[in-house]
Each structure stands twice: as C-alpha cells, then as structure tokens.
C-alpha cells in the first residue's frame, strides 16, 4: 500500500547506515550505504508537499523534488526516477557529492520547524542506482542524426551534460580531453570515498555507446590549434574547468614538502585506478592542510586512508563560517582529523629544505566585509606551531590562461571566460563555455545545470545554420 504524506511528525529523519570511522578510514570505499525499498519510500514519506518548494528553488538544477519524493513514497519508483532524470543529467552523482545540507536539504521547510530534512540526496541517489540496476536507463539513441558537428573542450561534468544534451539531439559530437580517462573533475579530482569511479564510467559510456566520440590526451592549444578545432566544428563549447591552485603567500611555501591540493588528489586516485605512480603518499607523515572548502575536506580524508601519522585542518575563521560541507566536515573529524579554527598560515618552518611545521597565526573574527563575512584579524603575539612534514594547500582554484587557448576570447578580470549570461555564448560566433571557466570554481551541480543550458542554445544555434545550409542548396 502506497505511503500518504507529511509523515515527518511521526516518522525521523534516517540518513542510509554509515559505515565505522576506524573501518571506512582503512579505505576508500563509499561511506555511506544504499536505502533498501521501504526505508525510501518511509523516508521519502516525509515530505510536507509545500505550495512553495523551497528544496526546487534552492536547487540549482530546480529539480522537481517534492514531485519525485511523492512518486517514490507512492512505490512508484520508475516514474519518481524518471521526473528526477528531466531535469539533470547525472542524478546518482549528485545524490552522492551535492553540499544537500547548504542546497535542497538546507531549504527544507520541516527542517526549518525542527522536525529534520527530508533526505533528498540519499533518495535521489537511490532512484538512479535503482534505475541502473533494473536497466531502466536506456541507450543514448538520437531520433535522428544530423551532419553538424560540435567540439566540446572538457569532459568535467559541463562537458559531459552538453554531449549528452547535444548527442540526444542527434549533433556529431567530439569531446577533447587533456587526460587520459574521460571525466575530468568526477575521475581524477573527487576521491573514490565520496564517488567511486564506476558510477562515472558508466555514465560516459553510455555517452560512448550512444555515439560521442572521446578524443584522450589531446591539449587543445598544444596537440591541436583552437582555430583548428573551429574549422573541424560547426560549434564549440569551452568546458575545461579551473585547475590552477592559489599559491600560499607565506616564508617557504616553495618548499618541495608542500603540495596543491589537486595534485595530491590526482595521485591518489590514479592510484585507486592502477595506474603505477611514483611519489609520496602521506603514510607516516604529520600531515597539515590549509583551507576550508570541500577540497581540503578531501585531502585532509584521503591522508587518513593513506596512514598519515596525524592530519591537522588550518582554516583561517571558525566553524560556523566554514564553506565546506558540514556533513563532509563531520565525518573528517569522526575519522580523527584535528581541526585548527581561527589559525592562518604565517611561515612554513623549515629544516634543511625540509618541512618540519607550519607557524600559524591565531585570527579573530572582525566586522563584516563587502560580501557579507565577517573579517579576519591575526591576534597579535599568538601564533603557534603545527608539526608537519607535508603541507597541502587547499585555498581554492583559478582559470589558466585562457589568453593560450586564443588571445581572441574575452574575460573577466578573473581570468574566467565571458559570456552571453543567457545563452552561455563568447564574443567568438558559434563558441560557447560553461561551468568553472564561467562561473569559476563552484560545485558540480552548477556545471551540470551550465552544461545544459548552453547545449540548449548551442542547438539553436546549429538548426540556424542548418537552415542555411538547407536554403543555400535550393
């Protein structure tokens, strides 16, 4: 019998069972659990079916939750999938890896009334996997093929939304990648504990056996010109993400012991994939990371599975004004991860070239500044020392030199691309970008919606030339 709604009075809020912090440390498994059926649909149950749908608005993506909840709750799993599969194209991912506590989750009305959020992600999560495992999703097949090529640079999760998007309206579509597995961001830069890699694979290839063709190991603007590209393609997207680390403005932040963040995770996840890398890990070592963002929450993790000797967190304000996910921060501290609040890097100490600790100073919290947060101050006399023999810095990302690509192409005075806000176009005719490169470095879910949105407009634009095409030959 189908489950009515509203039922959070009398039914809690139950995230999947998680497993063991002394167990999930040892590797990197996902660390959360699959709902059986029933607990979906109970779960799911507790959605108060409001008029204003706080959880859609505050989606990126405006998923239909509320409606895919009531469907699920109903058993009516298919369908429930299906409405969550309209409006994104990757929902098993972001069931898995979306900040829900700052997203849909933290907009939910009974959660604001103290009853507890509805668990949207892990619902949401199980509807795909449900799908894939009864072989609901079907082959990418386009109703019809048409000649008209697109080039797509990047296969982060804006490039991959677009092919999709622009291979189901049956365009040609090429995918350039600088690495060597399709991905981007999914395979080499999230650690398997929070995405295993499998459930990104399928996903491109269900793009490969629905006829994107990948190009690997190709570096647009080395391997093959941009103008090249743009003769080959009646159309190109710019999707290559923001992978240039903030450098640490500190005394010996040159040092060979102090690594990007992105590095260390690549590495890592290279690893899980068997490919041979040599290198450090950060077994053995007192391990410090600088930053506070969902990054370093990765990097501080993967140091714990990798048998660091103990792994510190610096970030410069306090806890409440962190803008990693709380539930990521959570589990970091579960698995013995020391955080330092209110403690900004003020040299790196070194011994013989060697890291031996970063000096940090002890901040306080200001006045608020122009965008809202309040500022940081050091205290002064209070800085201390934090024992470390490898430094990671996790202080965020910014766009390289897309001037390399073309000096053609517009940006910002970030260095991000610029674009037609509504039609996710550059001052270039027929060259689009979306995500990262736009917006500069934000979450997947946001490269998923930009993906879309400019593959929408990118088809416009290629049934514009059609036409053309179709009218220059009468």
Same mark, same amino acid.
């Given at each position: 019998?189908?489950?009515?709604?509203?039922?959070?009075?009398?039914?809690?809020?139950?995230?999947?069972?998680?497993?063991?912090?002394? *167990?999930?440390?040892?590797?990197?498994?996902?660390?959360?659990?699959?709902?059986?059926?029933?607990?979906?649909?109970?779960?799911?149950?507790? !959605?108060?079916?409001?008029?204003?749908?706080? !959880?859609?608005?505050? !989606?990126?993506?405006?998923?239909?939750?509320?409606?895919?909840?009531?469907?699920?709750?109903?058993?009516?799993?298919?369908?429930?999938?299906?409405?969550?599969?309209?409006?994104?194209?990757?929902?098993?991912?972001?069931?898995?890896?979306?900040?829900?506590?700052? &997203?849909?989750?933290?907009?939910?009305?009974?959660? @604001?009334?103290?009853?507890?959020? =509805?668990?949207?992600?892990?619902?949401?999560?199980?509807?795909?996997?449900?799908?894939? @495992?009864?072989?609901?999703? #079907?082959?990418?097949?386009?109703?019809?093929?048409?000649?008209?090529?697109?080039?797509?640079?990047?296969?982060?999760?804006a490039g991959l939304a677009a092919a999709e998007q622009l291979r189901e309206q049956g365009w040609q579509?090429?995918?350039?990648?600088?690495?060597?597995?399709?991905?981007?961001?999914?395979?080499?830069?999230?650690?398997?504990?929070?995405?295993?890699? $499998?459930?990104? *694979?399928?996903?491109?290839?269900? &793009?490969?056996?629905?006829?994107?063709?990948?190009?690997?190991?190709?570096? =647009?603007?080395?391997?093959?010109?941009?103008?090249?590209?743009?003769?080959?393609?009646? +159309?190109?997207?710019?999707?290559?993400?923001?992978?240039?680390?903030?450098?640490?403005?500190?005394?010996?932040?040159?040092?060979?012991?102090?690594?990007?963040?992105?590095?260390?995770?690549?590495?890592?996840?290279?690893?899980?994939?068997?490919?041979?890398?040599?290198?450090?890990?950060?077994?053995?070592?007192?391990?410090?990371?600088?930053?506070?963002?969902?990054?370093?929450?990765?990097?501080?993790?993967?140091?714990?599975?990798?048998?660091?000797?103990?792994?510190?967190?610096?970030?410069?304000?306090?806890?409440?004004?962190?803008?990693?996910?709380?539930? *990521?921060?959570?589990?970091?501290?579960?698995?013995?991860?020391?955080?330092?609040?209110?403690?900004?890097?003020?040299?790196?100490? &070194?011994?013989?070239?060697? =890291?031996?600790?970063?000096?940090?100073?002890?901040?306080?919290?200001?006045?608020?500044? +122009?965008?809202?947060?309040? $500022?940081?101050?050091?205290?002064?006399? +209070?800085?201390?020392?934090?024992?470390?023999?490898?430094?990671?810095?996790?202080?965020?990302?910014?766009? *390289?030199?897309?001037?390399? &690509?073309?000096?053609?192409?517009?940006?910002?005075?970030?260095?991000?691309?610029?674009?037609?806000?509504?039609?996710?176009?550059?001052?270039?005719?027929?060259?689009?970008? +979306?995500?990262?490169?736009?917006?500069?470095? $934000?979450?997947?879910?946001?490269?998923?919606?930009?993906?879309?949105?400019?593959? #929408?407009?990118?088809?416009?634009?290629?049934?514009?030339?059609?036409? #053309?095409?179709? @009218?220059?030959?009468?």
């Amino acid at each position: 019998m189908p489950e009515r709604m509203l039922k959070f009075v009398e039914t809690d809020r139950q995230m999947p069972g998680k497993r063991a912090a002394n *167990e999930r440390k040892g590797d990197f498994l996902e660390v959360y659990g699959d709902y059986i059926d029933a607990k979906a649909k109970e779960q799911a149950s507790r !959605c108060s079916q409001c008029g204003v749908p706080f !959880c859609q608005n505050h !989606c990126p993506l405006q998923n239909n939750i509320p409606d895919w909840l009531r469907l699920t709750a109903e058993g009516r799993i298919k369908e429930a999938y299906a409405v969550s599969a309209e409006t994104n194209s990757m929902p098993e991912i972001c069931g898995r890896i979306c900040p829900q506590d700052r &997203l849909c989750e933290g907009s939910c009305v009974i959660e @604001q009334s103290g009853h507890g959020t =509805v668990t949207i992600g892990s619902v949401e999560r199980f509807l795909t996997d449900t799908a894939w @495992q009864e072989g609901w999703i #079907e082959p990418l097949a386009p109703r019809i093929e048409r000649e008209l090529s697109v080039g797509i640079i990047g296969s982060g999760p804006a490039g991959l939304a677009a092919a999709e998007q622009l291979r189901e309206q049956g365009w040609q579509v090429t995918v350039y990648e600088r690495a060597d597995r399709p991905g981007g961001l999914l395979i080499y830069g999230i650690p398997n504990f929070k995405l295993e890699k $499998s459930i990104v *694979e399928r996903r491109t290839q269900r &793009l490969i056996d629905g006829g994107v063709k990948f190009e690997l190991g190709i570096d =647009v603007g080395l391997d093959i010109s941009f103008d090249k590209l743009r003769e080959k393609h009646h +159309a190109v997207l710019i999707s290559t993400g923001v992978y240039k680390a903030r450098d640490l403005d500190c005394p010996g932040a040159d040092a060979s012991n102090v690594r990007p963040a992105l590095s260390f995770l690549i590495d890592s996840n290279k690893r899980g994939l068997g490919d041979k890398i040599g290198g450090e890990t950060a077994e053995g070592k007192d391990v410090v990371v600088i930053g506070g963002g969902d990054t370093a929450m990765d990097c501080v993790r993967t140091a714990i599975r990798q048998g660091a000797k103990s792994v510190a967190c610096l970030y410069r304000r306090d806890e409440t004004n962190m803008p990693g996910s709380a539930r *990521e921060t959570q589990n970091a501290k579960e698995e013995g991860v020391e955080f330092k609040w209110l403690a900004s890097p003020k040299s790196i100490v &070194l011994e013989d070239g060697d =890291v031996i600790a970063v000096q940090a100073d002890k901040m306080r919290l200001g006045l608020k500044d +122009a965008s809202g947060r309040e $500022s940081v101050e050091a205290i002064k006399g +209070a800085d201390f020392n934090v024992k470390a023999d490898l430094v990671i810095k996790a202080l965020g990302f910014s766009p *390289e030199n897309m001037k390399d &690509l073309t000096p053609e192409l517009t940006t910002t005075r970030w260095g991000t691309l610029r674009v037609i806000p509504v039609t996710f176009e550059t001052n270039l005719p027929g060259v689009y970008a +979306a995500g990262d490169i736009v917006r500069g470095a $934000s979450l997947v879910v946001w490269a998923i919606r930009e993906g879309r949105e400019a593959a #929408e407009h990118m088809h416009k634009y290629l049934m514009s030339l059609e036409r #053309e095409q179709l @009218q220059a030959a009468e």
